[in-house]
């Protein structure tokens, strides 16, 4: 899996492309990065949207690269992007390191709507959690998520 583009800085968003997806992460320094991930591999799609447990992990670039089975990272690629820049001010990047490695090994509730790995690194860049993933999610499924969300009782 190639870096594309310059190498991150101390603080960075670390976008990871899949195909139909991207993962995320923050740039710490050392070559590693602290992400958000599953705690059993062996999850199902549709835990995505009920929640599951995860996982902080600090780890290499290609660590996090492999984390995902069935999928070659031949088909993918990492950069830094920090694409929310523009709309909210990042904190310092050592505070952001600092935040990031403080979360290192706590288990987490991870549900793709409202804490996802780009909501968690958000969060520690700017100090609120978003995701433009999570957006896009919501707009197609339009009053079908609400529906869901209400029947289950989940976020409400």
């Known amino acids: 899996m190639p870096l594309v583009g310059p190498f991150p800085r101390e603080g960075d968003l670390i976008e990871y492309s899949r195909p139909g997806y991207q993962h995320w ?3 710490v ?6 992400h958000l991930m599953p705690l059993n591999a062996l ?7 009920l929640g599951y447990l995860s996982v902080v992990k600090e780890e290499t670039f290609e660590a996090a690269a492999a984390f995902i089975p069935n999928v070659p990272t031949t088909e993918c690629y990492y950069r830094v992007n920090n694409k929310y820049d523009w709309r909210s001010r990042p904190f310092p ?4 390191v600092k ?4 979360e290192v090994g706590k288990k ?3 549900n793709l709507m409202e804490n996802n790995c780009e909501h968690f690194v958000t969060g520690l ?7 433009d ?3 896009y999610v919501k707009e197609m499924a339009g009053g079908l998520w609400d529906s869901v969300n209400q029947a289950l009782g989940h976020w409400n």
């Open 108 to 110: 987490k509730t991870y």
């Open 99 to 102: 935040a990031a490695r403080k």
């Open 133 to 135: 993933q999570a957006a």
């Open 29 to 34: 320094g050392g070559g590693k990065i602290v």
């Open 25 to 27: 992460a923050i740039y």
């Open 43 to 49: 999850y199902n799609p549709v835990d995505w949207l």
């Open 93 to 96: 990047p050592l505070q952001i």
């Open 125 to 131: 860049r700017y100090g609120k959690g978003f995701s």
